[in-house]
């Protein structure tokens, strides 16, 4: 009696993982939902920071064991890096899946996409009295 309550279980579990792996690659996304991931990851780069090639490579290498949706898009902020020494970190962010080399306008543009560079900053705003 308890072998055929643990084969109907499994056979149950192995049903549900089936429909769950059905829904997930043959279904496809609804239009307006949003593709972009709702959890990122931000890696400022510094000029200050000669060794963040190192740096990312090791972050990358411990990434792996860290929760995955948080990873799944790494967005590498810089500002006036010499071309020289940010040569390496441009190299790594081409060939890792999910590292987005950017500036900081760039990485403003891609988190308020609806919103023009006015409104995102509250100083160039005009106040009305």
Not at 3 to 8: F, K, P, R, S
Request: net charge negative; glycine share 4%; with cysteine.
């Amino acid at each position: 009696m308890v072998d055929g309550l643990v084969i109907a279980g499994i056979v149950i579990l192995c049903v549900m993982a089936a429909a769950e792996l059905v829904y997930i690659f043959f279904i496809p996304a609804k239009e307006g939902e949003e593709t972009e991931p709702k959890v990122f990851t931000v890696l400022l780069y510094r000029q200050d920071d000669e060794n963040f090639a190192g740096y990312l490579r090791e972050f990358l290498s411990r990434a792996r064991w860290m929760d995955g949706e948080s990873l799944s898009r790494i967005y590498v902020v810089h500002e006036n890096i010499p071309e020289e020494q940010s040569e390496s970190v441009r190299r790594i962010c081409e060939r890792e899946q999910g590292l987005v080399y950017c500036r900081p306008a760039t990485f403003a543009e891609r988190l308020f996409p609806e919103k023009n560079s006015a409104e995102k900053d509250c100083n160039l705003t005009e106040k009305r009295v």
